[in-house]
């Protein structure tokens, strides 16, 4: 069985709000480990390519979908949030990036107040990601994080702006 963590029932979305940055596949083998207590994912990452094979397809197929709905559209800008852009290593012919940033110890400290995250598992997720420096080398615009969500949210609508007018 395929989940992804935080637990929560896929079809139950009131009152939660879905952080894709929150959530990482895991691999379960039911009929030996019904409590869900052992991933897999990490023993056999050949699975979990076997599984991103199969996601990863359909999300970029939704992505260009939705960008040529929005070109159809006339919309001004289109945003799409792609955690994994830089590690599929996918051209998805987008215009421009945006990449947030913060300090590791900002990123390290906020990960790990996330319910059921532990050291061990954030170092495995970080082990699996382009390295910040190196993600900050190919953005176009860099939104810094370390700060407040109102000084994010002000960021981004600075960044909107000035997307707006070119």
């Given at each position: 069985?395929?989940?992804?963590t935080?637990?929560?029932?896929?079809?139950?979305?009131?009152?939660?709000?879905?952080?894709?940055?929150?959530?990482?596949?895991?691999?379960?083998?039911?009929?030996?480990?019904?409590?869900?207590?052992?991933?897999?994912?990490?023993?056999?990452?050949?699975?979990?390519?076997?599984?991103e094979?199969?996601?990863?397809?359909?999300?970029?197929?939704?992505?260009?979908?939705?960008?040529?709905?929005?070109?159809?559209?006339g919309?001004?800008?289109?945003?799409?949030?792609?955690?994994?852009?830089y590690?599929?290593?996918?051209?998805?012919?987008?215009?421009?990036?945006?990449?947030?940033?913060?300090p590791?110890?900002?990123?390290?400290?906020?990960?790990?107040?996330?319910?059921?995250?532990?050291?061990?598992?954030?170092?495995?997720?970080?082990?699996?990601?382009?390295?910040q420096?190196?993600?900050?080398?190919?953005?176009?615009?860099?939104?810094?994080?370390?700060?407040?969500?109102?000084?994010?949210r002000?960021?981004?609508?600075?960044?909107?702006?000035?997307?707006?007018?070119?």
């Open positions: 069985m395929a989940s992804t935080p637990v929560r029932l896929p079809w139950v979305t009131f009152g939660a709000k879905a952080d894709p940055d929150d959530f990482k596949w895991e691999l379960y083998n039911v009929n030996e480990d019904f409590s869900q207590a052992n991933n897999l994912a990490e023993r056999y990452p050949d699975k979990l390519r076997e599984l094979a199969i996601v990863h397809p359909l999300v970029r197929a939704r992505i260009a979908k939705f960008l040529a709905a929005a070109e159809a559209d919309a001004a800008l289109a945003v799409v949030d792609i955690p994994l852009l590690e599929t290593g996918y051209p998805y012919g987008l215009d421009k990036v945006a990449v947030t940033s913060a590791d110890a900002v990123i390290r400290e906020r990960a790990l107040q996330r319910e059921g995250m532990t050291v061990e598992k954030l170092e495995a997720i970080l082990a699996r990601q382009v390295p420096a190196e993600k900050l080398k190919r953005a176009d615009y860099i939104l810094d994080t370390s700060g407040t969500i109102a000084d994010t002000n960021a981004v609508a600075d960044l909107v702006e000035t997307l707006s007018r070119t």
